[in-house]
């Protein structure tokens, strides 16, 4: 009897981890013609990614790569790497055959590339096989963070024509504007010369950074400066993004006890608006301000960035936010079909714009 029970067991022991076996197979049969099926219609150089980053996925970035000249399909790649970053999947960012690159887009890659190691999730990416392209990655210091932790904050360097820096939890502050300043101004006009225009503009997205951050997120976003020196054409291009939520969903989150709440229903009955784009305009004229909370706009946030370009401090002023491209010098305000979750400002200082003496770090 007990032989026959130990035998029984035995048995049905067996019948167990063969099913076991059999399950481990199928689904690893599974995950091959998936694999297969995803090398389907792959040009050789794909194929070679896609076999040495098996834990991988290969993402094709968009062969005009520029939040600011090709805005939709640039977004919407950013918004792909979302959905993974959202769903912790390990990216891999094939770059090679981009015909078009420049420091918009890998300003906002490398804010997405933050939020993927802030978590912890595996984000790698290539070179763009254009020499002048990869000259711009390499250049940017946007590669060096693939291979080692970012910190809470990318420092800026003093001397280093093009870049990208960052600082986390703080508000900018007059050295670092002064900094920023010297060296521009350098590249322009030969000399320091006071841009008062610039400070402001750096002051004032930093301390925007915090007040359209998530509420739940408060003190805690990242900003991504890139300052870029053309020394041919005598002029220095900014870029800031705010890889958040942006203008038009922060303002949705006020709380009540904000001057901000409810502003919808405030402004319907005043003023005549439909869409986004329409409203960007009236925020950055001033008017929104007005009518919501009764006060004259004192040039605080983007519409004290507005006033800056509107008194030829800064030039070539562009926004976008959440749903809406705003290129301020022909007035032209663009709903888009895909939704930017964050706010991008370009601008840049040429020798055209207004400057003044040196007048030192105060």
């Not at 219609?41 to 896609?50: A, I, R, T």
């Not at 305009?281 to 004290?304: A, E, M, S």
């Amino acid at each position: 009897m007990k032989k026959y029970i130990k035998s029984k067991q035995y048995i049905n022991f067996l019948i167990k981890h063969s099913k076991k076996i059999e399950k481990r197979n199928l689904l690893h049969n599974r995950k091959r013609k998936e694999f297969n099926k995803s090398l389907i219609g792959k040009s050789n150089v794909e194929l070679s990614l896609k076999k040495q980053n098996r834990q991988f996925e290969i993402l094709n970035a968009p062969k005009n790569f520029s939040l600011l000249k090709y805005t939709e399909e640039t977004i919407e790649f950013i918004n792909i790497l979302k959905v993974k970053y959202d769903k912790s999947k390990k990216v891999y960012v094939n770059l090679q055959n981009i015909e078009y690159l420049d420091y918009s887009a890998v300003t906002v890659l490398l804010s997405v590339m933050f939020k993927f190691k802030s978590k912890g999730i595996e984000f790698n990416g290539n070179f763009p096989l254009k020499p002048e392209l990869k000259a711009l990655l390499i250049n940017s210091g946007f590669l060096k963070y693939l291979t080692k932790p970012i910190g809470n904050r990318v420092e800026y360097s003093i001397g280093n024509q093009n870049q990208i820096f960052t600082r986390a939890n703080k508000k900018v502050n007059p050295e670092l504007g002064f900094a920023v300043m010297k060296e521009a101004s350098n590249t322009i006009w030969g000399k320091p010369r006071t841009c008062k225009g610039l400070q402001r503009v750096l002051l004032e997205l930093m301390q925007n950074t915090n007040n359209h951050a998530d509420l739940s997120q408060k003190g805690t976003q990242h900003w991504w400066l890139s300052v870029n020196h053309n020394i041919n054409e005598k002029k220095v291009s900014f870029v800031f993004v705010d890889y958040g939520i942006g203008i038009f969903e922060s303002l949705k989150q006020k709380p009540s006890d904000n001057k901000w709440f409810g502003w919808t229903e405030k402004i319907k009955n005043r003023l005549k608006y439909g869409s986004n784009d329409e409203i960007l305009k009236l925020l950055l004229n001033g008017d929104l301000h007005l009518t919501v909370t009764g006060q004259h706009f004192r040039g605080k946030g983007l519409p004290g960035v507005k006033q800056v370009f509107d008194r030829n401090q800064i030039s070539n002023l562009h926004i976008i936010s959440n749903d809406v491209f705003a290129g301020v010098p022909k007035k032209r305000y663009k709903k888009l079909s895909n939704d930017f979750h964050g706010t991008f400002v370009y601008w840049e200082i040429t020798k055209k714009n207004e400057n003044m003496d040196w007048i030192g770090e105060v």
